[in-house]
């Protein structure tokens, strides 16, 4: 995939207010808000900034911190950390490697088979259904 550059004012012109705010100033969305937070369809979760795959369904679980939360990555290459030392934390920021648009952050704490847990904003994703036999 090509690496996506936009300049800010075509960001805000293709984004809701909310995506822009999310993705390109590295904003949360308030937790149970988001509307991948309890969605249980069978597909793929994409960047909605450059439309790269970063998480499949069958890797989302439910943390019950009020994210959508999913233990790896559909394709490693297209989620990329950074620590984050934002509001008096250190953190592990994810971003899509594609067009580094903030998704969330990722944390230690999650299931086996990786204890991972990537913490992901509803409003930095979109999705695409597949079939369940295509899942596979």
Known sequence: MTKVKKSESEWREYLTDEQYRVTREKGTERPFTGKFNDHHETGIYTCVCCGAELFKSDSK?????????FWQAAETENVSEQKDF???????EILCSNCEAHLGHVFDDG??????????????????????????
Do not use: Q
């Open 61 to 69: 679980f439910d943390a019950g911190c009020g994210w959508p939360s």
């Open 86 to 92: 934002s509001h008096m934390m250190i953190r592990t």
């Open 111 to 136: 299931p086996k088979p990786t204890g991972l847990r990537y913490c992901v904003n509803s409003a930095s994703l979109s999705f695409k259904a597949t079939d369940e036999k295509d899942e596979k």
